[in-house]
């Protein structure tokens, strides 16, 4: 990354951390078991981090402090920052199992630190700066292997736990942040792992290559976006949700239209028709247009069931052939869907039947009924 990102970078990691600092209500931070604590220690650890990626700065700082301080410094802070994160994890969504393992996260970044302190005071610190990527000596591996190794398995922890919790969540904005903890700590599980690939480049150089190098430098930007963006305030993530369920909404419309079609070919005194809107009318009122599709197939499937009741057979004569088939596969696509279910489930309930409905093979009826 150039000078220019490495500084944008820092800068919107420290607006985030001074901005949630105010946020904060320190007066009742213990009331959600330390959480919003532990998410703040995580960002101003991470902050301390991103310090320490511009280049320039460390450089100047290990010229006049001591040698490759700026690498025990961020790899120190950022696995202590991963720690706070994963804790929080564990007390927001975890499970009961998960719970457990906070007791070994009290003590890990202490064990972390003085291992690569020691590392650090013994051997790092006598070597000369460390301005290149692939390391050249045992020590140098070792005090690499430690915290790349690490910040692997937290993030990957912290992934599984969120993921554990995807399916249980709700919300569609904490559904959202929660994908978006996902995808970040996947992407910062594998940057790790690809860091640790190149640090066994010393022992096989074909790890050392330039691809590898690269792709580190892509999943760590990548990383770094999405992990800002889980950060973000809950007015942004409503925006997006509304946004994306506007879009998912115009999907369902049409095939709750495919649907509607088929069932006025079979109903049409009872489906009433309305002009079908443009995309720009219906995202202005998603809700409106949908509702009216609901309506229109609540009705013909209401007809459907009274024409296919037993004993009926005189209307049974409206239908023959494919059309009576016809009417039939849509009875048996439709009966299992209870008019009483949320609106929501209704919407995807009907699009369900709808789609596995054109995946039926069956001749296509070209006029509606007269």
């Not at 460390?130 to 915290?147: G, H, K, N, Q």
């Not at 790790?192 to 330039?210: E, I, M, N, Q």
């Not at 976006?225 to 369902?252: D, E, M, P, Q």
């Not at 609540?298 to 069931?305: E, G, H, N």
Request: proline fraction near 4%; charge should be positive.
């Amino acid at each position: 990354m150039n000078f220019i990102l490495q500084v944008v970078i820092c800068g919107v990691a420290w607006a985030l951390t001074i901005t949630r600092f105010r946020a904060i209500r320190w007066q009742d931070v213990w009331r959600d078991h330390g959480i919003a604590l532990d998410v703040w220690l995580m960002m101003v650890f991470f902050s301390t981090t991103t310090i320490f990626m511009i280049k320039r700065f460390s450089n100047y700082f290990d010229v006049h402090t001591f040698n490759n301080l700026d690498r025990l410094i961020a790899y120190c802070s950022i696995l202590t920052g991963i720690t706070f994160g994963a804790s929080a994890s564990i007390k927001a969504v975890g499970t009961h199992v998960d719970r457990q393992t906070i007791r070994w996260l009290q003590y890990l970044p202490i064990t972390t630190v003085a291992a690569l302190l020691a590392m650090y005071v013994l051997f790092v610190s006598k070597i000369p700066n460390m301005d290149y990527l692939i390391p050249r000596s045992l020590p140098e591996v070792a005090f690499l292997f430690v915290p790349f190794l690490l910040g692997a398995a937290l993030c990957a922890f912290v992934g599984k736990v969120y993921l554990g919790h995807l399916s249980l969540e709700k919300s569609p904005v904490m559904r959202a942040r929660s994908i978006c903890i996902v995808t970040g700590a996947g992407l910062a599980s594998v940057y790790f792992l690809v860091k640790l690939a190149t640090v066994l480049g010393y022992f096989w150089p074909v790890l050392a290559s330039p691809a590898l190098i690269s792709l580190s430098s892509f999943l760590l930007f990548s990383a770094i976006l999405v992990h800002f963006s889980s950060l973000l305030s809950n007015k942004l993530y409503i925006a997006l949700v509304l946004t994306s369920r506007k879009a998912t909404s115009w999907s369902s419309f049409k095939d709750l239209q495919r649907l509607t079609r088929r069932l006025q070919r079979l109903c049409p005194e009872v489906a009433f028709t309305t002009p079908a809107p443009s995309l720009r009318q219906f995202l202005a009122d998603p809700e409106f247009y949908l509702y009216q599709s609901i309506v229109a197939i609540m009705d013909s499937k209401t007809m459907l069931d009274d024409f296919l009741l037993e004993g009926v057979s005189q209307e049974l004569m409206l239908w023959e052939g494919d059309l009576l088939q016809e009417a039939t596969r849509m009875k048996q696509a439709l009966q299992s869907i209870d008019a009483t279910e949320d609106f929501w489930d209704m919407v995807r309930s009907y699009r369900h039947a709808s789609k596995a409905l054109r995946a039926q093979p069956t001749r296509m009826l070209k006029e509606p009924l007269s």
